[in-house]
């Protein structure tokens, strides 16, 4: 298995005159290349979230594996054209109880980013992440999805296998889905390619994750023809788990109250025995720590609240969350 993987102030207030505005406008913070005037202010946390959730040390679908649960065994292929080592899989135990696994998998270093693709899934992974979930649905086997990738990947080869009919296929058989189902997004979750194993009884997000149609570079450089306002956009674009916790599309936020980054041998050299690097590497796998058990116990009531509703109770629960989602503005 793989090893496992400040906020600035806005734009200054302009109260005066026109000479203060040109001052104003000199003196704003350029972002990614991007300025934030007078009249275009935004709120640079939001791309702060978004450089975190993308952050190289953050965990990966692997390490939760490995760190969550128990007795993780990996299933392989579509059945149909290949095996996607950008979206993994399997069965696994959770405290003890036995469900499904599904996530994406960046990878750390230029080779494991190649082969997985940078966790951008093609068709035959999110068929993979189907067949599996069929699996589990016939097993009675709960089924927990880890959602982290900058999205579907939009290659010629894709498209050519029906990129779009596997989302919208997973998107149709995941909301009919008989077993409970939590999907949890621990970094980016990127379009179509995070929706596509992204519905499910409870959503959750990590307090440091993002979710959106679109990336912020993105969004700029169709908005502005200017991929550097990517901060605006982000701020503009409402990615962050406590927007989306207030407009009812998630369910719940896994506090982070501490960076979390995969353990401290693999950030530290194991033969750099200082007492300050002793102490980073002791408060890295005390945040890891920390942060992995405030999932796995949110994890675990979540399953205990869904398995109480009974199966038809899902269902029904299940259709009522995601009509309701979505506001109309006349």
Known sequence: METMETKAGTGPENKGGSHDADDAEKKAPTIAGGVADQNNRYDQQAFERVLTARHPARPYALDLFAGLFEEFIEIHGDRRYADDQALVGGFARLDGRQVAVIGQQKGRDTNQRRVRNFGMPKPE?????????????????????????????????????????????????????????????????????????????RVLMLENSVYSVISPEGCAAILWKDAGQAARAADCLRMTANDLLRFGLIDEIVSEPKPWTVNASDKIKKNDESASSQSERQNIDDAYELIGANLKTALLRNLDEIFALGEQGRRAARFRKIRKMGEWLG
């Open 125 to 201: 992974g999110y068929r993979k992440a189907l067949r599996l979930m069929k699996t589990a649905e016939k097993f009675g086997r709960p089924i927990i999805t880890f959602i982290d990738t900058p999205g579907a990947y939009p290659g010629i080869d894709a498209e050519e296998r029906g990129q779009a009919e596997a989302i919208a296929l997973n998107l149709r058989e995941m909301a009919a889905l008989k077993v409970p189902t939590i999907v949890v997004v621990v970094g980016e979750g990127g379009s179509g390619g995070a929706l596509a194993i992204g519905v499910g009884d």
